[in-house]
């Protein structure tokens, strides 16, 4: 934004204006920073964040943040990111997923890549690992999003509803089917799971399935049968009363209030949950387990870093904007605010530090990620969005009877070989 001097003779005033075409700003001349994360609604570093903006611009006097930041459950937040893009009207600032979902804003070339802001502030880019790097990179072997916490999926079980139904935890299948029965039987509701927003359930029933090489197989040789075999057991467990009532219909953030509440015994989720516990203490984290007839290793996880701070090319190229976008994105992704970001959301940090006063799951899921025999990416971060919300959306279709599995993978199938050959 250009600046005008103020205080001037309104004669000279209006000769720079037409001469420039400037106007006083109501803001005092501030330099606005746009930015777009998912730290909004209920996200458990919220608060952290929206403190870090106020540090920040503290810090910075001449800037004013314009946030916009919203859930990233369901699409709105997915639509409005890519719509921003699409329009060519992209923040300053982005934090959004990497991977597949990516791919249209990667080749947009609204942002820029940091291989070479790596190099020039090596104290900023050595913090992350190489491990860390690589799963960052774009098709282009190129890094254009910088993480903060990575996370973990799993099974979490509030211990204390085994305990009174005396039931083992859930570390096989067997003593999954059990608990889902038992707990079906008292009018607990066994697994709290959204199948309209079903992301979690999908790549873990898969995962079990098909162990990584069938979970990681995309539609590159076609349908991998373990993904219509995975299908077919959240079916089965459907059937069984495993899945609340309106689950059709419920959403993931109604799905955690029912866990959260003790309403519930299990659900599959992320680490990020753990953040709007109340009773963390009477919960634990463990891989889903192995279903029958299936590839997986009992210590298989989806784990890893699919999101980051996008730098937009057209903000950073702005001389008016004295590169306080990047500046704004080494800030939130210094040490000591990943530390703090993981402290808030119980994710794993994507920079060497020791995260104090985390609580026993919180511990018990590191640990998990260290022992696992494999990470897998999500789906959705592996398969364009359009194909994988073909999926998502047609699980409660499938649960009801309404449309066979094969029906549902082909229709994803031929939307992300459309896809691929744009």
Same mark, same amino acid.
């Given at each position: 934004?250009?600046?005008?001097?103020?205080?001037?003779?309104?004669?000279?005033? *209006?000769?720079?204006?037409?001469?420039?075409?400037?106007?006083?700003?109501?803001?005092?001349?501030?330099?606005?920073?746009?930015?777009?994360?998912?730290?909004?609604?209920?996200?458990?570093?919220?608060?952290?964040?929206?403190?870090?903006?106020?540090?920040?611009?503290?810090?910075?006097?001449?800037?004013?943040?314009?946030?916009?930041?919203?859930?990233?459950?369901?699409?709105?937040?997915?639509?409005?990111?890519?719509?921003?893009?699409?329009?060519?009207?992209?923040?300053?600032?982005?934090?959004?997923?990497?991977?597949?979902?990516?791919?249209?804003?990667?080749?947009?070339?609204?942002?820029?890549?940091?291989?070479?802001?790596?190099?020039?502030?090596?104290?900023?880019?050595?913090?992350?690992?190489?491990?860390?790097?690589?799963?960052? =990179?774009?098709?282009?072997?190129?890094?254009?999003?910088?993480?903060?916490?990575?996370?973990?999926?799993?099974?979490?079980?509030?211990?204390?509803?085994?305990?009174?139904?005396?039931?083992?935890?859930?570390?096989?299948?067997?003593?999954?089917?059990?608990?889902?029965?038992?707990?079906?039987?008292?009018?607990?509701?066994?697994?709290?799971?959204?199948?309209?927003?079903?992301?979690?359930?999908?790549?873990?029933?898969?995962?079990?399935?098909?162990?990584?090489?069938?979970?990681?197989?995309?539609?590159?040789?076609?349908?991998?049968?373990?993904?219509?075999?995975?299908?077919?057991?959240?079916?089965?467990?459907?059937?069984?009363?495993?899945?609340?009532?309106?689950?059709?219909?419920?959403?993931?953030?109604?799905?955690?209030?029912?866990?959260?509440?003790?309403?519930?015994?299990?659900?599959?989720?992320?680490?990020?949950?753990?953040?709007?516990?109340?009773?963390?203490?009477?919960?634990?984290?463990?891989?889903?387990?192995?279903?029958?007839?299936?590839?997986?290793?009992?210590?298989?996880?989806?784990?890893?870093? *699919?999101?980051?701070?996008?730098?937009?090319?057209?903000?950073?190229?702005?001389?008016?904007?004295?590169?306080?976008?990047?500046?704004?994105?080494?800030?939130?992704?210094?040490?000591?605010?990943? =530390?703090?970001?993981?402290?808030?959301?119980?994710?794993?940090?994507?920079?060497?530090? +020791?995260?104090?006063?985390?609580? +026993?799951?919180?511990?018990?899921?590191? =640990?998990?990620?260290?022992?696992?025999?494999?990470?897998?990416?999500?789906?959705?971060?592996?398969?364009?969005?359009?194909?994988?919300?073909?999926?998502?959306?047609?699980?409660?279709?499938?649960?009801?009877?309404?449309?066979?599995?094969?029906?549902?993978?082909?229709?994803?199938?031929?939307?992300?070989?459309?896809? +691929?050959?744009?």
């Amino acid at each position: 934004m250009r600046k005008c001097g103020t205080g001037l003779l309104a004669i000279v005033l *209006t000769l720079m204006i037409a001469l420039t075409g400037c106007s006083p700003s109501a803001d005092g001349g501030k330099i606005k920073l746009r930015i777009v994360t998912m730290f909004g609604g209920t996200d458990p570093a919220k608060k952290t964040y929206d403190q870090a903006l106020k540090d920040f611009m503290k810090a910075h006097p001449d800037v004013e943040i314009v946030d916009e930041s919203m859930t990233a459950t369901g699409d709105d937040f997915r639509t409005k990111v890519k719509t921003d893009f699409a329009s060519g009207n992209e923040p300053d600032v982005t934090f959004f997923f990497t991977g597949a979902e990516a791919e249209p804003i990667v080749q947009s070339g609204a942002v820029i890549p940091y291989d070479e802001l790596f190099a020039k502030d090596k104290a900023w880019g050595d913090a992350f690992s190489e491990n860390v790097k690589t799963q960052m =990179k774009a098709k282009d072997d190129k890094i254009y999003a910088v993480p903060v916490t990575g996370f973990y999926e799993g099974l979490f079980v509030n211990k204390s509803l085994f305990e009174k139904y005396n039931l083992e935890l859930p570390t096989d299948w067997d003593k999954f089917n059990k608990a889902v029965e038992i707990f079906a039987e008292n009018g607990i509701v066994p697994i709290a799971g959204s199948l309209e927003e079903s992301y979690y359930l999908i790549e873990h029933f898969i995962l079990s399935a098909g162990g990584p090489a069938g979970h990681n197989s995309k539609f590159d040789n076609g349908i991998h049968p373990t993904w219509a075999q995975g299908l077919e057991q959240i079916k089965e467990v459907y059937d069984k009363g495993g899945f609340p009532k309106d689950a059709l219909t419920m959403k993931d953030a109604q799905a955690q209030e029912l866990f959260k509440n003790k309403q519930a015994a299990m659900i599959v989720n992320g680490s990020w949950i753990l953040g709007g516990l109340t009773d963390k203490e009477d919960v634990e984290v463990l891989p889903f387990p192995v279903l029958p007839g299936g590839k997986a290793n009992p210590k298989d996880l989806v784990a890893g870093y *699919t999101s980051g701070f996008y730098l937009s090319k057209k903000s950073h190229e702005d001389k008016d904007k004295k590169g306080l976008a990047l500046e704004l994105i080494k800030y939130l992704t210094s040490k000591d605010m990943i =530390k703090k970001f993981a402290e808030a959301n119980g994710g794993v940090p994507a920079v060497d530090v +020791t995260v104090d006063s985390l609580p +026993t799951v919180a511990k018990n899921g590191h =640990k998990m990620v260290q022992e696992a025999s494999s990470l897998s990416l999500p789906i959705d971060a592996q398969i364009s969005a359009e194909a994988f919300n073909e999926i998502r959306k047609g699980i409660p279709y499938i649960v009801q009877g309404k449309k066979t599995i094969q029906d549902v993978l082909s229709a994803a199938q031929k939307i992300e070989q459309e896809k +691929t050959k744009k």
